[in-house]
């Protein structure tokens, strides 16, 4: 299976450690934007994210779960799923589409 990250070993992942690398989540998995970030159009908004969710923003910036090119990239950069997600209560409400 795919490699497992909990929320605080994802929040670790902010930029800040030896690596340099830059993990987010959108539901259960987990993506590392470290290299995208430089050809992200708003990743000075992306970097508000950084080692963690990125739905809030998502849900201000709705094009994401509906365009193909953001759930092309979330297939690339997808790197594992978090162990201890619970989902949304209502997904569909919170503008859950991909």
């Not at 070993?9 to 539901?27: F, K, M, N, Q």
């Not at 998995?29 to 994210?49: I, K, M, Q």
């Not at 923003?57 to 201890?84: F, K, Q």
């Amino acid at each position: 299976g795919e490699p497992l990250f909990t929320r605080a070993e994802v929040a670790a992942c902010d930029g800040s450690g030896p690596e340099g690398r830059i993990l987010v989540t959108y539901r259960d998995g987990v993506y590392d934007v470290t290299e995208y970030l430089r050809e992200h159009p708003g990743r000075h908004f992306l970097l508000n994210a950084v080692g963690g969710p990125v739905e809030p923003w998502w849900n201000y910036w709705m094009v994401h779960h509906i365009s193909p090119a953001v759930a092309a990239a979330l297939e690339r950069l997808r790197v594992g799923r978090l162990s201890d997600y619970k989902p949304l209560d209502d997904d569909e409400r919170s503008g859950g589409g991909l």
